[in-house]
């Protein structure tokens, strides 16, 4: 569909389920079993977006990065000059974990406009990692 602005037509932009569509499209998502094995073999960094009244509320994930989504990017850029440690290069494997699994597809799609084309997030967030009984710490 198209709407008329100034003289132009636009295309309709899309409502949030079909941008997670796309933006899902675009990368392999991971699930949290392969997660944990993963960070636990050291080939990924969970890295925590939740607010911190979920963290909070429902506990961490051992060995995660919590980093506030609004500071993702400044932190995991490898070039960026407030990044964290961890953030080692463009080849890092990056798993970004929200509370159910739809912000953290948006962050992941930021994270691949940096050049960090292994970030992924985490099917089902937080929730799914803990009801699939895997460690929670607080």
């Known amino acids: ?38 960070a636990r073999a050291g080939e990924a960094l969970l890295v925590d977006i939740r607010y911190a009244a979920l963290r909070e509320r429902d506990g961490l994930i051992p060995g995660a990065v919590v980093v506030e989504r609004n500071e993702l990017e400044w932190r995991l850029d490898p070039h960026g000059s407030h990044r964290l440690p961890e953030a080692t290069g463009h080849d890092l494997r990056i798993v970004v974990v929200c509370n159910e699994g739809y912000a953290s597809s948006l962050a992941a799609e930021s994270l691949h406009r940096l050049g960090l084309r292994r970030a992924t997030d985490l099917v089902g967030g937080f929730q799914a990692w803990r009801a699939a009984g895997l460690p929670v710490a607080g």
């Open 1 to 38: 569909m198209s709407t008329p602005t100034f003289g132009r037509t636009t295309e309709q932009p899309p409502g949030v389920d079909e941008l997670l569509e796309r933006v899902r499209a675009g990368y392999e998502r991971i699930r949290p079993r392969e997660a944990y094995d993963t």
